[in-house]
C-alpha cells in the first residue's frame, strides 16, 4: 500500500509570505498525486493534481506543486498567502489501477494579519 | 447537476444501533469511495466500487458494509454502531482512469 507523510500538522504564516505544505510519499510504481483543501465543515475540494508530463502543475487560488521523482515529494507552495487561504490541505496519492486513494494526515494552515 | 449528495448531514447513535448512511452522484461517475476523517488522521478509506455489482474493502472496513445496486447509489451500513465509529464519512465518486475524486459534504456521525 502507499503512504503519504505530511510534515507539520500545524502552519502558520503571515497574509503575504511564501505558503509551503510539504507531502512525501512512497510508492512502487508512478504514482497519481493530489492536494485537496478543506475549508470548515465541508467537504474536500481539489486544488491541483499531477497524473503525467509536466512536474510543476498549478491550481486554483494561486497554487501550485512540483513532482519530483527522486525525492518522492510533492510540495504545496504559494507565493503570497491570503486570509482566505486558511483552511486545511490534504496531499493524496492514487493507485494506478483503481481510484483507491491515500491521503496524508492533513497540515491545517493559520494565516495571520 | 447535484454532484454528490449524503443524507443524513448529522447523525447521533446509541452504542448497538445499525444505521445507513446514504450517498448519491448524478455524474454517471463508474467508482465511488466511502472514507471516514478523524482528527490527525487523514482520511481512511472504507469501502470502494468500480461499478455496480462490484465492492471491494479499503483500508478500514470492519463494522461496515456496503452494496452498488445502481451507479448512482453507494449505501453504508454500520451494522451494530461503537463509539470508535464516531467520526465524519465522505462519500466520492469519479470517472474510471481520470483519478480526481469528487467528495459529498460529509455526515457527522456520533455514537453515544
Known amino acids: 500500500a502507499q503512504s503519504v507523510t505530511q510534515l507539520g500538522s500545524h502552519v502558520s504564516v503571515s497574509e503575504g509570505a511564501l505558503v509551503l505544505l510539504r507531502c512525501n510519499y512512497s510508492s512502487s510504481v508512478p504514482p497519481y498525486l493530489f492536494w485537496y483543501v478543506q475549508y470548515p465543515n465541508q467537504g474536500l475540494q481539489l486544488l491541483l493534481k499531477?497524473?503525467?508530463?509536466?512536474?510543476l502543475v498549478k491550481g486554483i487560488n494561486g497554487f501550485e506543486a512540483e513532482f519530483k521523482k527522486s525525492e518522492t515529494s510533492f510540495h504545496l507552495t504559494k507565493p503570497s498567502a491570503h486570509m482566505s487561504d486558511a483552511a486545511e490541505y490534504f496531499c493524496a496519492v492514487s493507485e494506478s489501477n483503481f481510484n483507491k486513494f491515500y491521503f496524508g494526515s492533513g497540515t491545517k494552515l493559520n494565516v495571520k494579519p | 447537476n447535484a454532484g454528490v449528495t449524503q443524507t443524513p448531514k448529522f447523525q447521533v447513535l446509541k452504542t448497538g444501533q445499525s444505521m445507513t448512511l446514504q450517498c448519491a452522484q448524478d455524474m454517471n461517475h463508474e467508482y465511488m469511495s466511502w472514507y471516514r476523517q478523524d482528527p490527525g488522521m487523514g482520511l481512511r478509506l472504507i469501502h470502494y466500487?468500480?461499478?455496480?455489482?462490484?465492492?471491494d474493502q479499503g483500508e478500514v472496513p470492519n463494522g461496515y458494509n456496503v452494496s452498488r445496486s445502481t451507479t448512482e447509489d453507494f449505501p453504508l451500513r454500520l451494522l451494530s454502531a461503537a463509539p470508535s465509529q464516531t467520526s465524519v464519512y465522505f462519500c466520492a465518486s469519479s470517472y474510471r482512469g481520470v483519478h480526481e475524486q469528487y467528495f459529498g459534504p460529509g455526515t457527522r456521525l456520533t455514537v453515544t
Open positions: 466500487s468500480v461499478g455496480a455489482g462490484i465492492t
Open positions: 499531477y497524473t503525467t508530463g509536466a512536474t
